[in-house]
């Protein structure tokens, strides 16, 4: 397994987002050299993005160019001005539930701008295009743990269709022009600095202000909580190892990312609750459109090839987001 490379520039759309984030500062802790991409857009509190790119800012390592994905020509202005080594695709519109009330947003951030991606690759050869799936491409599949030989053609979401549909584009053209392209399928990624439209950043805000959170499924869900940092050290694994040819020829990989440790939603909430020192409010709902009854990957390939596995237990992630979340909003 080839180390991390700080030679190389590494070229990070979502730059301003919560993964892209933590990725960029441990690369740059590293001394590579990164640039970041991002739309910037209002999807969620643009003042947490631009918290965290002005601590990014700070490393002389570190570039940020505003663009948007689905904009062909910001896409090869940043490719043509910085020639990046390796791509890493984490800019995405997010959401499962947010994609029922406006999908225009996901064909246009996770098609159109994935395919941009793809053609700068396909112009500007790269080392590697390593870009984010998600665990919401299993859908409602009952064989538990979730593993990457699993069928995926049956998505309950579209946010789920957009990140299936990125694996088969990133295949085609990893066939077609020879990109070695890795796809990272996260399962529900939770810490510091994180999306205030995951349900998590929202039971905590709520709980603090004495609000009721929504609980759906009357409670009944599992998840594989993931922490940031066992991300970030799943991605920088990845980066600097291309995968081999299959015997298809074809320069291709999938790994799950995940805790492989489900844990109940209740479960959850009563962990956050002692963190926050404060018992919530709830309400509970039924399932939702889009939703899924749980969530568990199969990390067994993840192991095999670079000796790691997420094992950041839920009380310890919880208690440093909730450590960050009482500094940053000041409660």
């Known amino acids: 397994m080839e180390k991390l490379n700080t030679d190389y520039t590494y ?23 990164v640039v970041g991409f991002d739309n910037m857009n209002a999807y969620y509190d643009v003042k947490l993005k631009e ?39 984490l800019g995405a519109q ?34 590697h295009l390593v870009f984010a799936s998600s665990s919401s491409v299993y859908g409602g599949n009952d064989k538990v743990p979730f593993s990457t030989s ?31 392209s890795t796809g990272l399928r996260f399962f529900t990624v939770y810490g510091p600095f994180g999306r205030p439209d995951m349900a998590y950043f929202k039971f905590a805000r709520k709980i603090v202000d004495g609000e009721p959170i929504q609980i759906y499924n009357n409670g009944d869900m599992l998840r594989d909580f993931t922490y940031v940092d066992d991300i970030v050290t799943g991605i920088c694994n990845i980066l600097c190892n291309p995968p081999a040819k299959n015997a298809k ?60 596995k997420p094992d950041t237990s839920i009380e310890e992630g919880l208690t440093r987001f909730v450590q960050w979340f009482k500094e940053y909003y000041q409660v």
Not at 100 to 125: K, M, Q, T, W
Request: aromatic share 12%.
């Open 11 to 33: 070229l990070i759309t979502g730059g301003a987002g919560f993964i892209g984030f933590h990725l960029s500062r441990e690369l740059l802790s590293r001394g590579a050299k």
């Open 51 to 89: 918290d965290r790119l002005a601590i990014l800012k700070e490393d002389p390592n570190y570039a940020f160019q505003k663009g948007d994905l689905a904009d062909r020509a910001d896409v090869e202005q940043v490719f043509e001005a910085c020639h990046p080594d390796v791509v890493v695709n």
């Open 94 to 127: 997010a959401g499962v539930r947010y994609s029922i009330d406006h999908p225009d947003e996901y064909i246009e951030s996770n098609l159109v701008g994935f395919f941009n991606i793809l053609e700068a690759c396909r112009n500007h050869p790269v080392k």
């Open 150 to 180: 699993d069928q995926v053609d049956e998505p309950v979401s579209l946010y789920a269709a957009t990140k299936k549909s990125n694996e088969l584009m990133a295949h085609c053209y990893s066939k077609l022009y020879n990109i070695p």
């Open 249 to 308: 020829g074809v320069a291709y990989k999938i790994y799950n990312i995940g805790n492989n440790s489900p844990v109940k939603l209740m479960d959850f909430i009563t962990t956050l609750e002692k963190c926050l020192g404060k018992e919530a409010v709830k309400e509970y709902y039924p399932m939702q459109p889009g939703d899924v009854y749980q969530t568990y990957a199969d990390v067994t390939d993840l192991i095999r090839d670079f000796s790691f």
